[in-house]
């Protein structure tokens, strides 16, 4: 090949990936305008996905996937704030709770989906992770896994939380409105910071063979940051839907990929695995209420297996306090984000024998 003809190919490839990004952008903002739930992510994720089928899209390649990744890492460290760690030191006994009750969700949720659907162990895993949905996906990516059953189950979970957590909270006797924190937002040299020691531990991760290198860099140098003060505040939102496009991007295109008679049947397996997963919730929230003097709606917003962003804005709305659901879904978040390239790590992604 010519290096005009290799330029040429190179130029029509990115042409044909920039214009998955747009549709993605398109299904994202059409459903943010009727203010859909998770709708950045739902909505890029469900358009990439009907575009998919109708005519196949090129899968994104690695540099795209990689620049989201890092950002991703820099977001979910961003919630490691001192102020977030000195609540987390609060409720010792709420948050062991919470990390049994993690484990147990994932091998339950795991397990349902491993023998009643007959997937892989690490499918199965990576699907009944509770939050930390770029994490998983990254991990997904490098292990091989299935992303496209592992985006419909996760997104599918997201979506009924978001959905009908307000109501049954409501019906556990706690139904006042509050406002969202002011957000604070860091600066061009801080960001430049974080990307850079975000860069910089990912490739040293990624020489040293770990999992997920990109995104567990990230975090981890964004969390040391923030959590030492050096940095203060969040990403801008801008850049915060720019990721949830990215990922609702790389899972619409994996989620085409499924078959049809095999996406139809995803759906009772995701309420099978939702029904699981909310019912371990509960049975841990209890009395993690109890250990805390928290009412139980406080405690279900903190250990529902949801996404962080949708969770926090959820305790707001609901008026519940926001430093104990904060802090246990900061715990959860940045756990399974700097763990999940561990816990599948000896785990391949082979169909399950049977």
């Known amino acids: 090949m010519t290096r005009s003809a290799f330029h040429s190919t190179g130029v029509a490839t990115l042409s044909l990936e920039a214009m998955v990004v747009v549709i993605a952008a398109c299904g994202g903002a059409a459903l943010a305008f009727f203010a859909v739930p998770a709708a950045w992510l739902s909505g890029s994720m ?119 957590l307000p109501s049954i909270m409501q019906i556990a006797g706690h139904g006042v409105a509050g406002q969202p924190p002011e957000t604070l937002i860091v600066g061009a040299g801080e960001f430049l910071l974080i990307m850079a020691c975000g860069l910089a531990a990912g490739l040293a991760f990624e020489r040293m063979g770990v999992t997920a290198p990109m995104i567990l860099g990230a975090t981890t140098a964004s969390a040391i940051l923030h959590g030492a003060g050096i940095v203060h505040g969040t990403l801008p939102g801008s850049i915060q839907i720019a990721v949830l496009i990215m990922l609702g991007a790389v899972m619409g295109g994996r989620v085409s990929s499924v078959k049809r008679r095999e996406l139809a049947a995803l759906f009772p397996l995701a309420i099978g695995g939702f029904v699981v997963s909310i019912a371990v919730a509960c049975a841990f929230a209890w009395p993690a209420a109890w250990l805390a003097g928290v009412p139980f709606a406080t405690a279900m917003a903190a250990f529902a297996p949801g996404g962080l962003e ?15 659901v904060g802090a246990h879904h900061l715990m959860r978040f940045v756990a399974l984000g700097l763990a999940m390239p561990f816990i599948v790590a000896h785990l391949k992604a082979e169909p399950p024998k049977g």
């Open 46 to 164: 469900l358009l990439v996905s009907i575009v998919g089928l109708i005519r196949p899209l090129p899968d994104l390649r690695k540099p795209w996937f990689d620049a989201t990744m890092l950002v991703s890492g820099a977001l979910i460290g961003s919630a490691a704030t001192p102020e977030a760690l000195a609540a987390a030191a609060r409720y010792p006994g709420s948050l062991a709770l919470l990390m049994l009750a993690l484990a147990a969700i994932m091998l339950t949720s795991g397990a349902y989906l491993r023998y009643v659907a007959r997937w892989s162990w690490i499918d199965a895993l990576l699907a009944s992770a509770p939050g930390a949905l770029s994490a998983v996906i990254a991990v997904a990516q490098a292990k091989g896994a299935d992303i496209g059953k592992i985006a419909v189950v996760q997104l599918f979970r997201i979506l009924v939380l978001v959905a009908f």
């Open 310 to 324: 949708a969770m926090a804005m959820l305790a707001f709305a609901m008026g519940l306090d926001p430093l104990y």
